[in-house]
């Protein structure tokens, strides 16, 4: 707390005590400004503030925005009271990177008394006296003006001064283009500037639009033989055409020989089994080599190519972990933790046991060249122009590791899209996405009924973790399949398709068996995959008629003609009379595009209700029918009101999903 | 964001890249730290925080606190995991001023290692290398122990890495008392501590439970002859009787004469009219001087003196406004506006003229010797013994002068106590109350439904603004004669004193015209008074047989004697079947007083309904019978279960106000 003392003269005491207006309450705004809001290039930041002063005085407040962290030049749009002392402005990100933006406000004296004149006339008092402090008012604006507008303002503070008769002097000190003038010119001596300085982060717009596919490469050869990029070459015009647009690949480093775990997880290898991708580093090398058996680093730049030409980006699978095989064990065995009995420790969680794999040693005394090393695994592979990750695990790595590789990387690169594979404790979940990674995976698998769906994609796309949190959904992963999938056949699985691909803007499915709609389980309880890729070479037939290729293809056009379904911000929840069936709908940012979505979340049984759509909210004129286009099916319906009739047989297709045409 | 560079050695890097743990959402903590909650002494702050860490490490975290705003004597508690990583601990403030507290938490490597050695010897797997890992981390403690704890800590080091048998050794490993043991001794080399420092502002008692009693010191006479001090001790008994203990007066300064206002607020005075006592300062002095009809500053002692014999305390009006007689007009001119014509700017909200005051210009270049001698007003009646003052309109005075001014003279006087005389926008009386206003005027006048009731009661007692803000509940004011009052006749009167009373721990009546039920405006539509006290001397007939003094009685006897009403965390609002009958609980700190009020809002109609209480909230079980006594009536009803019926005639009484005796 500063103040006067008795000793300071005037002149010398802080004009901070001075300033009167407040600024508080800035939204978006997370954690105090300790973290970036995201966007993508082209959307809009919408700000909010509280922002009063004591007294009745009038105020004005600009936000104020730029370029980078620090810009060295900042733009400003005056923003507009809401009620309740709210204030509202907006700008929209232009480029990749860093934009920070901030809010000045100040009383404006020429704004008061324009209001205080207007008021005065009306009740008739005398405002001779009025004029000449107005005239004071504008004479203060003349001393700031630029040139070419001195003159005109100076005419104006002589004109209220002038023996011209009251009314005449009145009706021009209310002219609006007038006051527009002189509010160019403010007295901003004690005008607040909030005490943060906010920062968006600007993606480009992949990170926000995006549909994925994993596959093993590995698993596109032929005739039981160990697949190569140049297999994979042969799948990429058939997974484009699907319409998706990233392409995911698990590690393609050298696997490990040392306690490589078998088929199924099998603690013992059998001859010829070819371990876990996950299980990195061999004599062939670690992190930045290639498997030999999948090709050389020119085959992979020829599939990173093949894919570009279709439209899709290669994402890889950065998994910080080591085979005792790898390089690194050798090198550096200070990165790992050695035990009182001189072997290094493998990963556990007890009771379970990794023994394939050595996890770093992050509290190790070496952790600075840990993390240069870690981050060039990163640069090494965008140098061959990747530039999307996923990464495994994060959260088993320290927060600050990331933040800071994330940063330093974006420095050169803004354009790289890191995906984060946690699935732990909602909390961590969260800090992974605020410090810096693009999109996040979710606990969309496991959440089956109309509550819990409700529940998660509500706190996901309208509390302050939108602001951060961009969602991936996936229905399966190579590590989960999970029990609705295993029980509901081949209805469950279009329906989770549906629900992933219409949810979430950011979506993606572990191809072939999610294609296949392969549910056996290693054992019951268990969300492992019987035969698991990741233990084995599976070679699929993916012509075969039971193939959900044609659905998928179907709701990636309609993911791409409707920018409804391209974010999630326009995501809301509708009532339905019938637990089973769950309706929600997405609007474009602009409310031009509006999708309905109706889905029976039963896979065994049909079921009926009535979906209460709120028509005002979402655009629809109340008293005006409307055409609901059902994408899927291709039927019309002409409805009327906000109540309407669904009725879903999953084993014919367990989703409508509604173009609405008002 | 700091990070390993190339140049760097390891040893020379920031250590803070290199802490784990994460500590966010602290609660209570008001705009991220910047302002202090607010207790009485004795009083309990419960501290809750977001607490996690990357991996699967066990945590431990303590809170810290101490005294004063940078405690030099930190003490800790141990805190609490709740579900979801959230943490809890409390601590108790002891004395008045200011207590500072905050977080500190760190992975503990012993903890984590105890509990998964837990897992395995569950599991069967072998151990006899993580004893040997434990060995060294109980040695690692030992380093750091005190003398009289090291040899039995070295013992258990050596035990662990002893020759006997793995199930000894693990069952010493798993001792309770020995873990506490080494986690008094944690490796907190990169333990995380919040970075804000938060505050609380203790102050006494009187801070969070008032009943007030506002009267006119000039209206204490007798025939009609303007009353002074040695009148108003006469009076003292009574107000004591009634259970006050603050007495509030209007201003006791001088008054001006140059454009007094006339009785009821007539803009010529006549002949003989006392003018309000807020427009302070005359010949005969200013803030400092007590006006020469009501005594001598002598006579103003005896009276706090005979206050505080009964139990009552003295509270003070100060308004920083000015007669154009006040001594300031003339020696200091550099204080106010002046105008173009060469007059000073008197107080205005256009079209309303207050021609009789002056407001102080903080915008004066002059500010700092203003700041000071305003605050020398306080420390002036200070000296003079006042502990408690009402200040008239905070809210057109900077924020900046109450922060510094409230928070200098609580330097030396901590037991000061002030209270907020802003009816104003919610932020600007929010903010009055964060930057030090001990307790605040609130809507409650203007709150009449059960909707309004509920809505503002709950946000003022289960929002953040309980931290900060605390309510001074007033039915009526000289500038408040609500319409509800003015139509509602005796029972309005009852009813809005009884929901004053029980809602708000803090709660006041501007007296007399309360007592006697006044009720007539000075035209329809204001909330004036009829020949309002502040225009001219009332003398009243306390003795009618109309007035209130007995349930006013009976209301501060229940309040004393029931701790429940003391405070206001305990509030809880309850469902009625009828919208006219409101029903809200107050339970005290301890939960061993509840006391339940059921109320008819409507002041001219009988109603009842069905009130439905949460039993297992409250604390009663539900198979039990309980008795709900209406320390009104002193009626006695036997309940059972959580819906009862009232019914309420408010031409006999328009509330219950039950104690429950479980």
Redesign the interface.
């Known amino acids: 707390?500063?103040?006067?003392t008795?000793k300071?003269t005037?002149s010398s005491?802080p004009v901070?005590?001075?300033?009167?207006v407040?600024i508080?309450r800035v939204q978006p705004e997370i954690?105090?400004g300790r973290f970036p809001i995201k966007r993508v290039v082209g959307e809009q930041v919408l700000v909010e503030a509280?922002v009063?002063a004591?007294?009745?005085g009038a105020l004005t407040a600009v936000l104020l925005f730029g370029e980078g962290e620090n810009p060295s030049r900042w733009k400003s749009c005056e923003m507009t009271p809401l009620p309740?002392?709210r204030w509202q402005g907006s700008f929209t990100v232009s480029k990749p990177g860093y934009h920070a933006y901030t809010i000045e406000a100040w009383v404006n004296p020429f704004k008061s008394w324009r209001r205080?004149l207007d008021?005065?006339l009306?009740?008739g008092?005398d405002i001779s006296?009025d004029l000449?402090?107005g005239?004071?008012l504008v004479e203060h604006a003349a001393s700031g003006a630029a040139e070419k507008d001195r003159k005109q303002i100076e005419e104006f503070a002589h004109f209220l001064k002038s023996r011209n008769k009251l009314e005449v002097r009145a009706s021009l000190a209310l002219d609006p283009d007038l006051a527009e003038l002189i509010y160019r010119y403010p007295n901003k001596r004690?005008a607040t500037r909030y005490d943060r300085q906010l920062l968006v982060w600007a993606d480009r717009e992949r990170a926000r639009f995006t549909a994925w596919y994993e596959m093993f490469p590995r698993s596109c050869g032929e005739n039981g033989k160990h697949g190569t990029f140049r297999d994979c070459e042969r799948r990429i015009p058939d997974i484009a055409e699907m319409g998706f647009d990233v392409l995911y690949l698990p590690p393609i480093h050298p696997i490990g020989l040392t306690n490589r775990k078998g088929r199924n997880n099998a603690p013992m290898v059998q001859n010829g089994d070819c371990g876990s991708p996950w299980a990195i580093g061999s004599e062939a090398g670690g992190h930045k080599s290639i498997h030999p058996e999948l090709g050389t680093l020119e085959d992979f730049q020829r599939l990173c190519g093949k894919a570009s030409e279709h439209g899709l980006e290669i994402a890889l699978d950065i998994a910080f972990q080591c085979s005792s095989d790898h390089p690194y064990a050798r090198e550096h065995p200070e990165w790992f933790r050695r035990?009182?009995?001189g072997?290094i420790q493998f990963a556990?969680?007890?009771?379970k046991k990794y023994e394939d794999i050595y996890p770093f040693e992050f509290?190790s005394?070496?952790?600075?060249?840990l993390?240069?090393e870690l981050k060039s695994v990163f640069d090494y592979w965008i140098e061959q122009g990747v530039r999307i990750f996923r990464v495994d695990n994060p959260?088993?790595?320290?927060?600050?590791?990331w933040?800071?590789t994330i940063?330093?990387i974006r420095k050169a690169h803004p354009d790289v899209i890191f995906l984060s594979e946690a699935f732990t404790?909602?909390?961590?979940m969260n800090?992974l996405a605020k410090i810096g990674f693009t999109q996040s995976y979710t606990y969309f698998a496991w959440r089956n009924t109309k509550a819990e769906l409700t529940e998660y994609f509500t706190e996901l796309t309208q509390t302050e973790a939108k602001e951060y949190f961009r969602p991936n959904a996936w229905p399966n992963t190579p590590d989960i399949l999970t029990e609705f999938l295993q029980t509901g056949g081949r209805p469950a699985f279009i329906l989770r398709l549906i629900l992933a691909a219409t949810l979430s803007s950011n979506y993606g499915i572990y191809g072939p068996p999610f294609e296949l709609c392969v549910s056996q389980p290693r054992e019951v309880g268990s969300e492992e995959y019987l035969d698991s890729e990741k233990y084995e070479i599976r070679q699929w037939d993916l012509k075969h008629p039971n193939s959900l290729r044609e659905i998928i293809t179907l709701l990636n056009r309609i993911r791409r003609e409707n920018p409804a379904l391209q974010s999630n911000d326009g995501l809301r929840f509708h009532p339905v009379d019938n637990d089973q069936v769950i309706c929600y709908s997405k609007s474009s940012p602009d409310r031009s595009n509006l999708i309905v979505v109706a889905a029976n979340l039963n896979p065994h049984h049909a079921h009926s209700g009535w979906i209460h759509l709120p028509l005002a909210e979402l655009g629809i004129p109340p008293d005006q029918s409307f055409q609901a286009h059902d994408l899927l099916s291709d039927a019309r319906y002409i409805w009327h009101g906000p109540d309407n009739y669904v009725q879903l047989n999953p084993h014919v297709i367990p989703a409508h999903v509604f173009r609405i045409r008002r």
Chains 1, 2 share one sequence.
Not at 16 to 20: F, T
Not at 348 to 351: A, D, H, K, L, T
Not at 365 to 369: G, R, T, V, Y
């Open positions: 707390m500063t103040g006067p008795s300071k005037p005491l901070e005590d001075r300033k009167r407040v508080e954690d105090s509280d009063y004591d007294g009745h309740n002392d205080d008021k005065k009306q009740a008092q006296v000449l402090v005239a004071e004690f035990l009182p009995d072997t556990e969680n007890p009771p509290e005394e070496e952790w600075p060249s993390w240069r959260h088993t790595k320290p927060f600050a590791f933040e800071w940063s330093e404790r909602p909390k961590v800090r």
